[in-house]
């Protein structure tokens, strides 16, 4: 009977398996032999940057890059021991390793003692299943001690630095493992180990190169680590345009704004598996293509020199004993007609930091985020807005005179003028003139030591008028993080007539360009922008490729005025830095550009780097700025000037004029230079041919 059961088990179990062979083996066959095929895109460099005359500004440079590719189903422990053996080629920089990495890595390093981390009774909770496994893992996470997490070997160190990389990207997706500072001998060793390193690979990376160093810094913007991969705050629309974790994307000002553009097409990569996960074999499905290249609307040589003239500025200034609290000067210049940036230039004084000795930063960025009272500059706008209101016409007079208005202090110019004209008016910067244009706008009637009360709607009648030339809005600029300034919330008479004389709202140094800018082309407000043109990328690297895009004007209004109201206030701009005792003459004196502009002092109180220091009430301080634009008559550069907390006290040195006049002569002269080049290029040219022909009719 026994023999028999046996028999007849023997039989079912043959029979079971023929049946498993011959009516199923194809299916399981071809289950064993699946394979699946997954594609990633793998990243390429991003496009570079030139400035408007073919200069490389910002460029990659290859970097020797060892990178792993983690497989679908990658077991910790196989990780764990690729990463043991690739630790024996290379160094790795072991400070970026976080207490809580060295916690994962002590429990995966010792299975048993992190179990001995959990009590019977706890246990014995887990196997009724009133723990799960992420409470026991924070439970032995929270029992290692410190000995045990300072435990660790350089060795395991650096074992734990490429085994933290390993699993920060994407199942498929290569991830620098490292790529700065790779030697050769580290990656010729790797190269060679290859077999020994399943998923590990060599290639070339790149990182971003800035040709001209810290100039223009701020503007350029940067650009993530594969570290820090997406931004979190906006990795959900990064993810959902193809983007992995651990791309590398612009994240301030050029290289975010242009993000799209520089980022460039990803190459996609086929990679075949087998059930397990594993990657038998890749193939390139299209080859990826380098970002686009941006051709910036600046002049760096231009930029240069304007940055060498602020910089020399400063210093000078800083000697002075009332100017302790300077500390940063603004420059732009920009086409009047096309809105083109040609220099955007922006410096301040800060501390080393290892140092601790004063040294100059790029501050660039400053001409968009920063806002300040900025003084007479705009007085333009306040005239052409008593024009625009009938407060006063071209030719107006009014009497320059100290006013005693009840419950105020005496406010007078900086000099009693008498009788003047709205040409006179700007020409000396008289401010009871521009109080006086304020006081009819807003319905009031001026009388010596009596209450002077004004419609409080008229302070948003002249902010709208001063809008319309992009004082207090947006300027449009193709940045992120533009400020449009600060409004002050009271609205009586005093805000009002200090709002005319550019002593109460707040303004940036790019609106004062796009202000400035609106006078001179007639009074067409410009949108600004700092790229020029979008270009297909080539290989060559001194070679700009075909135009993609042309960035075009954009008129974003016109402003409520005539045109012979334009050209009157113009006239007024001339007769400041070139006619008699006009407030700029004295440091414009002989240019042969024909210059236009105003000058700007404001009353302000300091809100610098060091305002903790004053306690409640910060000390008073002079803001200085400068708006011109050149040729008077057929204006081709708009420029403006600001320089923040020039000084304290009622004189100091005008240093708004002096980084003025030397940079409208910096960008005359490049003119001049420019010309002859060509001019002796073209000249060159012709005794070439000239001589070809003398010798062919020989």
Request: avoid cysteine; hydrophobic fraction near 35%; glycine fraction near 8%.
């Amino acid at each position: 009977m026994l023999f028999f059961v046996v028999f007849i088990l023997f039989s079912a179990l043959i029979l079971r398996l023929g049946v498993v062979q011959i009516v199923y083996g194809d299916d399981f066959k071809r289950e064993i032999q699946r394979t699946d095929d997954v594609t990633v895109n793998t990243p390429v460099p991003r496009g570079k940057m030139f400035d408007r005359n073919g200069k490389i500004i910002v460029d990659n440079i290859p970097l020797n890059a060892i990178t792993y590719t983690k497989d679908q189903n990658a077991d910790q422990k196989d990780l764990l021991k690729i990463a043991e053996k690739l630790a024996k080629y290379i160094n790795m920089d072991t400070t970026k390793i976080r207490d809580r990495d060295k916690q994962d890595f002590w429990i995966l390093k010792n299975p048993e003692k992190a179990k001995k981390k959990i009590t019977k009774k706890e246990w014995k909770l887990y196997d009724e299943k009133k723990l799960d496994d992420k409470q026991i893992y924070k439970l032995q996470l929270k029992r290692i001690t410190n000995k045990e997490l300072n435990s660790f070997s350089k060795d395991e160190l650096e074992t734990l630095a490429i085994f933290r990389q390993f699993n920060s990207g994407y199942a498929l997706t290569p991830q620098i493992v490292k790529n700065k500072e790779v030697t050769p001998k580290e990656f010729a060793v790797v190269s060679e180990n290859l077999e020994k390193l399943p998923g590990v690979d060599t290639t070339t990376d790149w990182e971003r190169y800035y040709a001209f160093g810290k100039t223009l810094k701020t503007i350029l913007g940067k650009v993530t680590s594969s570290e820090e991969g997406l931004p979190k705050d906006q990795s959900e629309r990064f993810l959902a345009q193809d983007y992995s974790r651990n791309d590398r994307v612009g994240k301030s000002y050029i290289e975010m704004e242009y993000e799209n553009v520089l980022q460039g097409q990803k190459a996609k990569v086929k990679n075949v598996t087998d059930k397990s996960g594993k990657v038998l074999s890749t193939e390139v499905v299209t080859d990826g293509q380098r970002g686009k290249d941006l051709v910036l609307t600046i002049d760096m040589d231009l930029q240069l020199k304007v940055e060498k003239i602020i910089e020399d500025e400063l210093w000078s200034a800083k000697k002075n004993s009332n100017s302790a609290l300077l500390d940063r000067a603004f420059v732009v210049l920009i086409d009047p007609h096309t809105g083109e940036i040609l220099t955007m230039a922006g410096k301040q004084i800060g501390k080393n930091e290892k140092t601790g000795k004063p040294e100059m930063n790029d501050f660039a960025s400053g001409n968009i985020t920063t806002s300040y009272n900025v003084g007479s500059a705009v007085k333009g706008a306040t005239v052409l807005t008593g024009y625009a209101t009938g407060a006063i016409h071209p030719g107006s007079t009014q009497l320059d005179e100290p006013l005693y208005i009840k419950n105020s202090q005496k406010m007078k110019s900086w000099k009693t003028f008498g009788t003047i004209s709205d040409l006179r008016a700007l020409q000396v910067s008289s401010n009871v003139y521009m109080w006086k244009t304020v006081i009819a706008m807003g319905g009031g009637h001026y009388v010596p030591n009596q209450s002077l009360p004004l419609n409080p709607d008229n302070i948003d009648t002249i902010r709208r008028s001063f809008s319309q030339f992009g004082l207090g809005s947006l300027t449009g600029i193709d940045l992120p993080n533009e400020t449009m300034g600060f409004k002050g919330t009271e609205r009586s008479t005093p805000q009002q007539l200090f709002l005319g004389i550019g002593q109460y709202d707040t303004y940036t140094n790019m609106q004062l360009a796009q202000y400035v800018s609106t006078i001179a082309n007639g009074g067409y407000r410009v949108q600004p922008h700092i790229v020029k043109e979008i270009r297909e990328p080539v290989l060559d690297k001194n070679e700009m490729g075909p135009i993609v895009q042309e960035i075009e004007p954009k008129i974003l209004n016109k402003i409520n005025a005539k045109d012979e109201w334009i050209k009157r206030v113009q006239e007024g701009f001339k007769m400041v830095m070139q006619v008699g005792d006009g407030t700029a003459v004295s440091y414009f004196r002989g240019v042969n550009y024909n210059p236009a502009g105003k000058t700007g002092t404001a009353q302000a109180f300091y809100d610098g780097p060091e305002r903790k220091k004053f306690g409640l009430i910060p000390p008073e301080v002079m803001n200085l700025s400068l708006v011109s634009f050149a040729p008077y008559d057929h204006p081709e550069v708009a420029m403006a000037v600001l320089v923040p907390w020039a000084y304290q006290g009622s004189t100091g040195v005008s240093t708004n004029d002096l980084i003025g006049r030397k940079v409208l002569d910096a960008y005359f002269d490049l003119k001049k230079e420019r010309e002859a080049a060509n001019k002796n290029t073209s000249s060159s040219n012709q005794k070439i041919v000239s001589n070809g022909s003398n010798q062919t009719t020989h």
